[in-house]
């Protein structure tokens, strides 16, 4: 099948558009700020040509918020995502969160008031999927579905055509300036478990997330770098409540090993500690539970 193309309208969640030659498909539509911007970069690489569906990785806002204005712009699409995904779209909290993270972010990336009213209703799931589930695009490309939770119950990852994998955030989430960092905010035995299952795959073509296309030169070692990145944060996370830190001393540890300039540029202050806090969490009630993944310590292969 083709290379997907990057529509991204703007620092955060990436997206990209499948073209099977005969239908397209959305994978992602990322921040609400970014739409304008990304629907502009979406009719010009589709040059008059509809969009069919759109693949969502998970629920949270820097994924999906921009999809009330992709409806909008395209009535018909069917979006794909896990029922879990489905039933978060139904909660008023949850809709609550997206809206004001979405609002910090148009701040944070200097573009305040760029979010026009949108319809709540607008954000949901129209069929769920789960593990072994495909949808097909036509011209031989079909989109397989793997259940990889971890970085939220609702993660899903796609291989499309065999040939490319979009990883959920699950397995890690890459830098622009190349690091790889975990993202376990549900289950850090679940995200090493979702890795394994990923990388067993053996898809030739990775498209990581929040960075795209992982080079060739890469690819051999990413799977490794990922696993190694989330049991890295794992035991510096257990080895600081060892030292009689409280969460928010952990936090702070946390921030001044794992947190550089560039993760700063690319992330908003309130998403890191919101993200940091649930992987301390989910980190310390696995040990204390005695939970670990079934394939830590074995080959990725």
Same mark, same amino acid.
């Given at each position: 099948? *083709?290379?997907?193309?990057? /529509?991204?309208?703007?620092?955060?969640?990436?997206?990209?558009?499948?073209?099977?030659?005969?239908?397209?498909?959305?994978?992602?539509?990322?921040?609400?700020?970014?739409?304008?911007?990304?629907?502009?970069?979406?009719?010009?690489?589709?040059?008059?040509?509809?969009? #069919?569906?759109?693949?969502?990785?998970?629920?949270?806002?820097?994924?999906?918020?921009?999809?009330?204005?992709?409806?909008?712009?395209?009535? *018909?699409?069917?979006?794909?995502?896990? #029922?879990?995904?489905?039933?978060?779209?139904?909660?008023?909290?949850?809709?609550?969160?997206?809206?004001?993270?979405?609002?910090?972010?148009?701040?944070?990336?200097?573009?305040?008031?760029?979010?026009?009213?949108?319809?709540?209703?607008?954000?949901?799931?129209?069929?769920? /999927?789960?593990?072994?589930?495909?949808?097909?695009?036509?011209?031989?490309? !079909?989109?397989?579905?793997?259940?990889?939770?971890?970085?939220?119950?609702?993660?899903?990852?796609?291989?499309?055509?065999?040939?490319?994998?979009? &990883?959920?955030?699950?397995?890690?989430? *890459?830098?622009?300036?190349?690091?790889?960092?975990?993202?376990?905010?549900?289950?850090?035995?679940?995200? /090493?478990?979702?890795?394994?299952?990923?990388?067993?795959?053996?898809?030739?073509?990775?498209?990581?997330?929040?960075?795209?296309?992982?080079?060739?030169?890469?690819?051999?070692?990413?799977?490794?770098?990922?696993?190694?990145?989330?049991?890295?944060?794992?035991?510096?996370?257990? !080895?600081?409540?060892?030292?009689?830190?409280?969460?928010?001393?952990?936090?702070?540890?946390?921030?001044?090993?794992?947190?550089?300039?560039?993760?700063?540029?690319?992330? &908003?202050?309130? !998403?890191? /500690?919101?993200?940091?806090?649930?992987?301390?969490?989910?980190?310390?009630?696995?040990?204390?539970?005695?939970?670990?993944?079934?394939?830590?310590?074995?080959?990725? #292969?």
């Amino acid at each position: 099948m *083709k290379q997907p193309i990057e /529509v991204t309208g703007g620092p955060g969640g990436s997206v990209f558009l499948l073209d099977s030659g005969e239908k397209t498909a959305l994978y992602d539509c990322g921040m609400a700020y970014c739409a304008p911007v990304m629907l502009e970069r979406l009719r010009t690489v589709l040059a008059g040509r509809t969009l #069919d569906c759109m693949f969502i990785s998970h629920s949270h806002y820097d994924h999906i918020a921009a999809m009330p204005y992709l409806r909008q712009a395209y009535p *018909k699409v069917v979006v794909y995502g896990s #029922d879990h995904a489905r039933q978060v779209f139904e909660r008023p909290g949850a809709l609550e969160t997206i809206r004001m993270l979405s609002q910090e972010a148009a701040e944070y990336y200097g573009a305040p008031g760029s979010m026009p009213p949108y319809d709540d209703d607008l954000l949901k799931v129209d069929v769920p /999927v789960g593990e072994g589930d495909a949808v097909d695009l036509g011209g031989g490309v !079909a989109v397989r579905v793997l259940a990889t939770p971890g970085h939220t119950r609702c993660c899903l990852t796609f291989v499309a055509g065999e040939e490319y994998i979009f &990883p959920s955030e699950t397995t890690c989430y *890459k830098s622009l300036s190349g690091a790889v960092y975990p993202a376990f905010l549900s289950g850090c035995a679940d995200a /090493v478990t979702s890795l394994y299952h990923c990388a067993r795959q053996h898809i030739p073509r990775i498209m990581a997330p929040h960075y795209g296309l992982v080079s060739q030169a890469e690819t051999p070692g990413y799977w490794q770098a990922c696993l190694d990145s989330i049991l890295e944060s794992r035991d510096f996370i257990l !080895a600081a409540g060892r030292r009689g830190l409280d969460e928010e001393g952990i936090i702070k540890a946390y921030e001044d090993r794992f947190r550089d300039d560039e993760i700063r540029a690319e992330q &908003p202050d309130t !998403a890191f /500690v919101i993200n940091t806090r649930a992987m301390i969490r989910t980190t310390l009630r696995e040990d204390a539970a005695g939970i670990r993944s079934p394939y830590e310590g074995k080959p990725l #292969d």
